[in-house]
């Protein structure tokens, strides 16, 4: 508690702002899950909010220090990329939240990486505030997972946590490089880390804005290729896609860090690329077999009726000609 008074007596502006930035969210958001508002509207309050971080040049990018070969960025465009990652980052993580416990679970873990990294380098109020996430989200979490005493997060929870772990991340990314020095990684090698401890959130927006690309769909057109969607079609339940989702994330976050202290950054790149790969080509032979399954569901149907003609017929009649049709293999059933 001490550390947390003695920074808001020094730096008073800036809990000021980011109080500004959270509230604007959060009216944002409250005001979505009473009353539908359009994209245009939503996106003018996280506008509002990300300009108020912008004027701090600890909530902004202003050098990658190296990394993709780019060092210092002029004003302008530091503004501008920020801004984008921003509206990107609580956009990503408004979108999965779309089963129960998986926006709770990925936010602990989020938390719980930067909360660490911050407690090591000496940040001791953004610790706090990692803490307070972790504690709020632990609590929400077991009603989120209840059947009698269900609590959804909605929009205003998921844009609040979007925009706290955008701060948190652009605030890594602005430390110095003494205070780096605890963590045992260079400044150029801290965008990755962040990358990987935004895992999950980054891969998810990223593939279905790239599906939605392919198909030629607007990108607020909703469907079910979100990586959650894809693991409860699957066969998995709310809760065990959640924690297979955190616990991805974990993986990718612990190998990323081992790669960046054992090897260096080119290495743990092509590492968390691969990574991603992978995951990418496990979800589309997972979707892929969904996919196929539901056609021949569709079939099976067409062929039902055709074949009986008169309505209402029991379940288990469908089922008798299911199993005819399997064991004749027709279509491979």
């Not at 589309?284 to 569709?298: C, H, T, Y």
Request: aromatic fraction near 12%.
């Amino acid at each position: 508690m001490f550390f947390i008074i003695s920074f808001s007596q020094e730096n008073g502006w800036l809990i000021g702002t980011l109080l500004f930035a959270i509230s604007v969210i959060f009216f944002t958001g409250l005001k979505d899950d009473l009353k539908d508002i359009s994209p245009k509207a939503k996106l003018l309050g996280q506008w509002i909010a990300i300009c108020a971080l912008l004027v701090h040049p600890e909530f902004r990018i202003t050098d990658l220090h190296g990394f993709l070969g780019i060092k210092a960025l002029p004003t302008l465009f530091s503004v501008l990329f920020s801004t984008f990652l921003y509206v990107s980052l609580i956009n990503a993580y408004n979108l999965i939240d779309g089963i129960d416990g998986l926006a709770s679970i990925i936010g602990i873990v989020v938390a719980s990486a930067f909360g660490l990294s911050f407690f090591i380098i000496g940040l001791y109020f953004y610790v706090g505030l990692c803490v307070v996430i972790v504690g709020m989200l632990l609590a929400f979490l077991r009603f989120n997972l209840s059947i009698k005493r269900k609590l959804f997060m909605g929009d205003t929870g998921s844009l609040i946590l979007g925009l706290l772990f955008g701060i948190l991340a652009m605030r890594l990314l602005s430390v110095g490089f003494s205070t780096l020095d605890a963590l045992g990684i260079g400044r150029s090698e801290t965008p990755l880390l962040a990358l990987a401890i935004l895992s999950i959130p980054a891969f998810d927006i990223v593939r279905v804005v790239c599906i939605r690309k392919i198909h030629k769909k607007p990108f607020f057109s909703p469907d079910r290729n979100h990586l959650h969607h894809v693991l409860i079609d699957s066969g998995l339940s709310h809760a065990k896609a959640s924690f297979l989702a955190g616990g991805i994330n974990i993986i990718l976050i612990g190998v990323v860090y081992a790669a960046l202290l054992q090897y260096d950054l080119g290495t743990a790149s092509i590492v968390l690329l691969a990574s991603y790969l992978v995951l990418t080509l496990s979800l589309f032979i997972v979707n892929k077999g969904l996919g196929s399954k539901r056609k021949k569901v569709k079939l099976r149907r067409f062929l039902f009726k055709i074949s009986h003609p008169t309505p209402n017929l029991s379940t288990k009649k469908q089922l008798k000609f299911n199993k005819k049709l399997k064991l004749i293999r027709i279509f491979f059933f």
